[in-house]
């Protein structure tokens, strides 16, 4: 927690002289660039603030790498030259020394622990509490006030506001519903609720042209996820409330939402519309409106707000593109990151890099198994079955929890731990029977021998500062983690004669082998084993693979994926997507093993088919057999169309071209398990 504290007090120190002089720099900015690049230049710093790592961080990971190359030219090195090259430009990092006294321990009389309390160990606690208290008071007097709204308003029922709410999303390309109340107790017209929202306006009467902008306007937030904008700026905010210039962050980035989104609101309008939009502002001014809530967007600013809004939406000329202000303050902030950096005493670093060694020395003479407490009579297919089970978790834990720096394994210990003689299935027999099984296949399940082992593993950290223990995680001393809850992995293995089969894998950590509770989870979990799995068929580089298959219930339509090979992805960062076309998309994958291979899921609503591959038709594809297929470079952008009542949906993917022949055809056998289910 501290090495956290730490790295997030640097960044609120920096991100707040970012905020300063973006501030000051506010009324050139607000005449020479749109609206909308402030507003990204403030995702990007509530992104930083919340990412505890800098560029000097991430550079480590690639330093192994490189230890190879740089040893094998050491020696060219330093017989050609002591001097470092002329041309080489080497920037050296800043170090904020912590005084000694804050990483001082503070004598506590108390049984020996790897855990020692400092000054900086306090603070950095009072900063999680403080953290946790400012989100939780924020978010809880959200979640009270939008049930008052909820449960004060009517819902919206007039036939010509629906119409026009109607005709708005299909303006906007707007796909998902919204539902409408009035009520007496909204501040403002808004758009409130981060998974089903809900557009609440105030019990006023409003004329047709106001309706429509007030309409547009919430729109405009809900498409662009303007209340995920403002909780990113709360939970920066929460993160670094002991830091009044994020504090001033914050109410400035809601300011440029709120401009950025009169922007689009008027985006090709003439003078005469941007008047009567900002006659629309001007007539909300002068009503009297309740409280408000940070995490909702908001029609009414206050006035100071809504001067800016005027002078916004009234001036000539459009804003110029701000594209080249991100950037620097991208190369900006990735700069001072790297250069600036907060350090206990050298002592400190000196005490990290000894462990370090040690580590590495253990690391490289001891193998994982010898270091094991284990039974001397372990068959050994369970070394294997517990071998392969602990590789399985430590891959996995090292790729997403790269925060822990694990660089080994070991199985701590290994036992045998229970037998039963004669186990009977009640459950499992009942399930061949309603499948209507042979006999033979029924009696399968009765008077097995089962063998079961119990196992510990550990990870080794390479910076056990850094490890976060939750979830039952326990760490020794030189750095060793338990990642679950201590001896709570079982392998299950039936007998017969002499011969060993694993049947199953099971983690359990509030029960023991042979009681009631351990003995049902075995009965459930062999039920699973015995369910038939789907599978998916189809030809991959030449050859026919068949893989496990898992089945994807979307709003309206069903697929199957390959178990394990995708994961859902966030298509709003999607840079070679438009927005039209994000505002389709149902569901999004990548591919594990390459970042570059993604599908998805979008709807043509109200299109035909005709209609349809017309579109992308217009947008550079070509009917090619069974799909659309247009190519980008070295990039390879596929379209597989699917009619159905009143719609057409659209299996799109992007792939490398040298993949046409494994994931391109992997997608195409997805998309041919498409099924539209209403």
Not at 252 to 276: F, G, H, I, N, P
Request: aromatic share 12%; hydrophobic share 40%.
């Amino acid at each position: 927690m501290t090495a956290i504290f730490l790295k997030m007090l640097t960044s609120s120190v920096i991100i707040g002289l970012i905020t300063v002089l973006l501030i000051a720099l506010t009324p050139l900015l607000n005449k020479r660039c749109a609206a909308k690049w402030k507003y990204w230049i403030w995702f990007f710093l509530a992104v930083r603030l919340l990412l505890p790592v800098n560029l000097a961080d991430l550079c480590t990971v690639f330093q192994p790498l490189s230890q190879g190359r740089t040893q094998q030219t050491a020696q060219t090195q330093q017989n050609s030259t002591q001097a470092p090259p002329s041309g080489t430009l080497r920037l050296e990092r800043v170090t904020v020394e912590i005084p000694p006294q804050m990483t001082t321990p503070i004598t506590v009389h108390t049984k020996k622990s790897g855990f020692q309390i400092t000054p900086l160990t306090i603070m950095g606690m009072l900063w999680a509490a403080g953290a946790l208290c400012f989100f939780g008071i924020h978010f809880i007097s959200y979640v009270r006030y939008k049930r008052h709204l909820l449960k004060t308003g009517t819902r919206m029922e007039d036939s010509s506001f629906a119409r026009q709410l109607q005709e708005l999303r299909q303006e906007l390309a707007i796909s998902r519903s919204v539902s409408a109340i009035e009520s007496p107790e909204a501040a403002s017209p808004m758009m409130i609720g981060f998974f089903g929202p809900v557009l609440v306006l105030p019990k006023e009467q409003y004329s047709a042209e106001e309706r429509y902008f007030i309409l547009k306007h919430e729109l405009v937030h809900l498409k662009r996820g303007d209340v995920y904008f403002k909780l990113l700026l709360v939970a920066a905010n929460a993160v670094h409330w002991f830091n009044p210039l994020i504090w001033l962050m914050q109410k400035e980035a809601a300011v440029d939402m709120e401009l950025s989104c009169d922007e689009r609101v008027t985006k090709d309008a003439d003078y005469a519309q941007r008047k009567a939009y900002a006659e629309t502002l001007w007539s909300t001014l002068h009503r009297q409106y309740a409280k408000q809530t940070v995490l909702s967007t908001q029609f009414y600013g206050g006035k100071k707000v809504m001067k800016k809004r005027f002078q916004n939406i009234l001036r000539k000329t459009a804003g110029k593109s701000g594209a080249a202000m991100l950037f620097l303050v991208i190369l900006f902030t990735i700069s001072m990151g790297t250069l600036i950096g907060c350090s206990a005493a050298d002592k400190t670093a000196a005490e990290t890099q000894n462990r370090t060694d040690t580590q590495e020395e253990l690391v490289t003479d001891t193998p994982p198994l010898e270091t094991a407490s284990m039974d001397t009579d372990i068959p050994d297919i369970v070394l294997d079955e517990a071998q392969a089970w602990t590789i399985e978790e430590y891959e996995y834990c090292k790729r997403f929890s790269p925060g822990s720096h694990y660089i080994d394994w070991r199985i701590e210990s290994l036992e045998h731990c229970y037998t039963y003689e004669d186990f009977q299935s009640s459950v499992l027999q009942q399930y061949w029977e309603d499948i209507g099984p042979l006999k033979e296949e029924c009696e399968d399940f009765h008077d097995m021998v089962l063998q079961i082992y119990r196992m510990n593993i550990e990870f080794l950290s390479e910076q056990p500062e850094s490890v976060f223990l939750a979830g039952g995680m326990t760490m020794t001393e030189d750095g060793w983690v338990v990642p679950d809850y201590p001896n709570s992995r079982y392998l299950v293995f039936q007998q017969d004669g002499e011969e060993l089969t694993l049947l199953t894998r099971m983690f359990e950590n509030d029960c023991e082998a042979g009681d009631d509770t351990f003995t049902k989870d075995l009965e459930h979990n062999l039920m699973l084993n015995e369910l038939p799995v789907p599978t998916m068929t189809f030809s991959q580089e030449g050859e026919t693979n068949t893989v496990p298959a898992e089945l994807m219930d979307g709003d309206g339509y069903t697929y199957y994926v390959p178990a394990g090979e995708w994961y859902p992805s966030d298509f709003e960062n999607w840079e070679d997507v438009d927005e039209n076309w994000k505002a389709r998309i149902y569901d999004a994958w990548t591919a594990w093993n390459n970042e570059d291979v993604r599908f998805w899921i979008a709807r043509m609503e109200g299109e035909s088919y005709d209609e349809a591959q017309k579109e992308l038709l217009d947008e550079g594809y070509a009917v090619i057999n069974d799909r659309m297929l247009r190519q980008d470079g070295d990039t390879i952008y596929s379209v597989e169309l699917k009619e159905a009542q009143n719609d057409t949906w659209g299996i799109f993917a992007r792939y490398p071209v040298d993949a046409q022949e494994g994931y391109g055809m992997q997608i195409h056998a997805i998309a041919d398990t498409f099924t539209v289910s209403k």
